[in-house]
């Protein structure tokens, strides 16, 4: 059985920041790539961030770019979100999430972050 | 990267079909064949539904079905229960490895 589990998330002020990590388990996490999509409270989903297998891409979301970089641990089976400079809107809950037949098709429970002082 | 466009809510009774549509742009929906469709519960982690347009993952009811037709991809609900209601969310590939998500449709059973 595929499980994403997230840690890391809590409060934070306006432009501090927080690492997310991601343990994964029940699949062979070196062959997918992997991503982060975070739900603002009462919206849809937005992605953030994915990478590929052995790391060497990587992809943002403009809203996020220069600010957020994403990065894995094959030995540790490990998916990592370092977020610098945080503002009030990347409030959200952070999922975990494995990128398989080009669709999402595995998530974590999620983990909130919230920006606010 | 804009959002795809879903209507906000959906309705139908017991028994009934229900199609949610979802559209986007050449760039994203018109443009490949990597829609997914998912569905969320309050409290709970998206569930995915249908991928690649059409495409129903191992252990979901063949209740859900999917297509497309130019920039516009629908998700079918057919003979509806209770334990259909919930938020559903399209995606799409967008190109140069992004993705785009959908604002969400609240289905109602009434």
């Known amino acids: 059985e595929v499980q994403l589990v997230e840690s890391g998330g809590g409060l934070v002020q306006p432009g501090g920041s927080l690492r997310l990590s991601c343990e994964a388990s029940?699949?062979?996490?070196?062959?997918?790539?992997m991503t982060w999509v975070r739900q603002a409270p009462g919206k849809g989903p937005e992605w953030v961030a994915n990478?590929?297998?052995?790391?060497?891409?990587?992809n943002y979301v403009d809203s996020v770019r220069g600010r957020f970089s994403i990065s894995r641990d094959n030995a540790k089976t490990s998916l990592y979100l370092q977020m610098n400079s945080l503002r009030a809107e990347d409030t959200a809950v952070y999922y975990c999430?494995?990128?398989?037949?080009?669709?999402?098709?595995?998530w974590g429970q999620g983990t909130l972050v919230t920006v606010s002082s | 990267q804009s959002a795809l466009t879903q209507p906000p809510s959906a309705s139908g009774s017991p028994g009934q079909s229900v199609t949610i549509s979802c559209t986007g742009t050449?760039?994203?929906?018109?443009?490949?064949?990597?829609v997914s469709w998912y569905q969320q519960h309050p409290g709970k982690a998206p569930k995915l539904m249908i991928y690649?347009?059409?495409n129903r993952p191992s252990g979901v009811s063949d209740r859900f079905s999917g297509s497309k037709s130019g920039n516009t991809a629908s998700l079918t609900v057919s003979g509806l229960q209770a334990e259909d209601e919930a938020d559903y969310y399209c995606s799409s590939f967008s190109g140069s490895d992004n993705w785009v998500f959908g604002g969400g449709t609240k289905l109602t059973v009434l």
């Open positions: 999430g494995r990128l398989g037949n080009w669709a999402f098709d595995n």
């Open positions: 029940g699949f062979t996490f070196k062959s997918y790539w």
């Open positions: 690649g347009v059409g």
């Open positions: 050449s760039s994203d929906v018109g443009g490949y064949n990597f």
């Open positions: 990478i590929k297998q052995d790391g060497s891409e990587k």
